[in-house]
């Protein structure tokens, strides 16, 4: 069964910059998301990147800010993340399913395998 583990996340001023990390104990033939989800909120998707091609996706409120990645050699994918934001503080999840195609989404549904979890906390 596949097990997500997310880590890097953390403290860090207005401005600064964190890179999430998803290991996966496989990561091929997975479409890959990152949610997050701040107190109060419902959790929403923040990007995504399909299993085939690497396509990607963002949600508009970190478009031009985060970039993410995968490393298939090392069953891991990331989340870079640049001009954090005080609206960015969450915890941040990796979801994963199985999937043959070029196509990512943000739906909660479309994925049934989830991380623990990882905070970061945008705040000066």
């Known amino acids: 069964q596949l097990q997500l583990v997310e880590s890097g996340g953390g403290l860090v001023q207005p401005g600064g910059s964190l890179r999430l990390s998803c290991a996966l104990s496989?990561?091929?033939?997975?479409?890959i998301a990152w949610f997050r989800q701040a107190p109060g909120k419902e959790r929403e998707g923040v990007s995504c990147?399909?299993?085939?091609?690497?396509?990607?996706n963002y949600a508009d409120s970190v478009k031009g800010r985060f970039t993410i990645s995968r490393d298939n050699a090392k069953n891991t994918v990331y989340l870079q993340m640049n001009g954090l934001k005080p609206e960015d503080t969450a915890v941040y999840y990796c979801?994963?399913?199985?999937?043959?195609?070029?196509?990512?989404?943000?739906?909660?549904?479309?994925?049934?395998?989830w991380g623990q979890g990882t905070q970061v906390t945008v705040s000066s």
């Open positions: 979801a994963a399913v199985r999937s043959f195609d070029g196509i990512c989404t943000f739906l909660r549904s479309g994925y049934n395998r």
């Open positions: 990147i399909s299993s085939v091609g690497s396509n990607t």
């Open positions: 496989g990561l091929t033939f997975y479409r």
